[in-house]
């Protein structure tokens, strides 16, 4: 079964960071590409960062360039998302998710996020 | 960037309607359209890719159809666990992708 588990979340200062982690489980990770995606409260939902499968290659929303950055370890089965320079629009629910490259690019599995609130 | 805009933003319907959700791209996007369905405090889960293939275990009241930029998702007959919010996404402008506002669907 696929599973994908975020942690890392939580309360932080504006100009803070965060590190978010997914450890993930139940396929070969090192096969796929893996997102964040994110929603603020009563929203909807934003892609912010994308790693290919190896980790040579991310990208990232205009709204998080700069000041997130997305790494996995295929070994131990973790996608990252470092969050610098935190600001109070940044404050959502983060979603870890796997990206099925091979048919027309799909997000078939989710984790349940984790919250990131960016308050004084 | 590719905007996607979904219409309505909400709708009530009662059990048993056919609802239609209609997914426009700010240019065309050939079928790399999916659709979401989201439940409160949940995460989404994937009902629909390359525009109308249904995704594993999703029952077949649900289908999605269209190519370049226009799109539509389809619940033949509303059930009571359909009532979620469902969201489009655009995967033509690989590594980038967006999403539609969403589409709130509501029990009249």
């Known amino acids: 079964e696929v599973q994908l588990a975020e942690s890392g979340g939580g309360l932080v200062q504006p100009g803070g960071s965060l590190r978010l982690s997914c450890a993930a489980s139940g396929f070969t990770f090192s096969s796929y590409w893996m997102e964040w995606v994110r929603q603020t409260p009563g929203k909807g939902l934003v892609w912010i960062s994308h790693i290919n499968n190896d980790g040579s290659s991310s990208s990232y929303a205009d709204s998080v360039k700069g000041r997130f950055t997305i790494s996995r370890d295929n070994a131990k089965n973790t996608l990252y998302l470092q969050m610098n320079s935190l600001r109070a629009e940044d404050t959502a629910v983060y979603f870890c998710?796997?990206?099925?490259?091979?048919?027309?690019?799909?997000?078939?599995?989710w984790g349940q996020g984790t919250l990131v609130t960016v308050s004084s | 960037d590719i905007q996607m805009t979904q219409s309505p933003s909400s709708l009530s319907a009662s059990v048993g309607d056919r609802v239609t959700i209609t997914c426009r791209a700010s240019q065309s996007i050939s079928s790399y359209l999916n659709w979401y369905q989201q439940k409160p405090g949940k995460a989404p889960k994937l009902l629909i890719y390359a525009a109308s293939a249904l995704q594993s275990g999703v029952p077949s009241r649900f289908s999605g159809s269209g190519s370049g930029t226009d799109f539509t998702l389809t619940i033949s007959s509303l059930q009571p666990e359909d009532f979620a919010t469902y969201y489009c996404q655009q995967t033509y402008t690989i590594p980038t992708w967006t999403f539609g506002q969403g589409t709130k669907v509501e029990i009249k």
């Open positions: 998710v796997r990206a099925n490259w091979e048919s027309f690019t799909h997000f078939d599995f």
